[in-house]
């Protein structure tokens, strides 16, 4: 049966990822999960695998360094969650690649050119010519004018990891080191920060009203004004009320 290996730094996501293998592809066994590129290479010399699925970025060797050293000794899937990684990915000699969070339509794709190239091993040309027209679809893709938008946050609770939809988000709001993510429920951290997150997240659902704070426009209630005359947004549900900067207040002039 074929074998292979997960690398991703976040374990949600490889958890994700084993688990969608598994429906996708009973018979495809997984036998080792690293955290980071270094552990990826080590993994592959010891067990031989014969697909590597690498994670782009990760903490240390990321995953274009660690392909380099792996080199043909096992087939490389490259998972991102971002599109225009995926030019160098088939550069660096993938079959494939794979967008994150993992959709069950993309990975049968997957699944079936990986299935095919593991049966029939392709002669060089005929393998360039399939990357040849990986790529060409792909430049198509990456130059459309649609965005693709996070769609999840993962965020430390405590000691657990959760996957927060982000319209489930009332506002973003950073200090010094995490950002806190604020849903009706529960407040959760992250270390990305908000100017991070203002280029990923739809602008059209998420506004950016100071350098430290994005807030879902679902979630505005209304705006105030304090003695001090600065603009507070009032969040629906929440005592909080969030400074809005200068440079932002023209978002409000319409309401």
Do not use: C
């Not at 969070?101 to 091993?121: A, G, I, M, S």
């Amino acid at each position: 049966m074929p074998t292979a290996i997960i690398a991703d730094d976040e374990r949600l996501m490889r958890e994700q990822l084993r688990m969608r293998l598994q429906e996708a592809w009973p018979e495809l066994q997984i036998v080792g999960e690293a955290k980071n590129g270094e552990e990826a290479v080590q993994l592959v010399g010891e067990l031989n695998p014969d697909l590597t699925f690498l994670d782009i970025r990760m903490p240390g060797k990321t995953g274009m360094e660690a392909a380099r050293e792996i080199g043909e000794r096992s087939q490389i899937v490259f998972v991102t969650a971002y599109d225009q990684y995926a030019v160098e990915a088939f550069e660096r000699g993938a079959i494939d690649y794979v967008l994150k969070p993992t959709e069950p339509d993309r990975l049968k794709v997957t699944v079936d050119r990986l299935k095919e190239r593991l049966e029939k091993p392709q002669v060089a040309g005929s393998v360039n010519d399939s990357v040849s027209a990986m790529l060409s679809q792909l430049a198509e893709k990456i130059a459309a004018p649609k965005q693709k938008h996070l769609q999840w946050i993962q965020a430390s609770i405590g000691q657990d990891l959760r996957m927060i939809p982000v319209e489930e988000i009332l506002f973003f709001r950073s200090d010094e080191k995490y950002t806190a993510v604020q849903t009706a429920a529960f407040e959760a951290l992250i270390r990305k920060p908000v100017r991070d997150l203002a280029e990923e997240l739809d602008p059209s659902l998420f506004w950016q009203i100071h350098r430290a704070t994005l807030v879902n426009v679902n979630a505005i209630e209304g705006v105030t004004r304090d003695i001090r005359g600065r603009h507070l947004v009032l969040v629906k549900g929440r005592p909080e009320k969030l400074e809005v900067s200068r440079s932002f207040l023209h978002l409000f002039k319409q309401m």
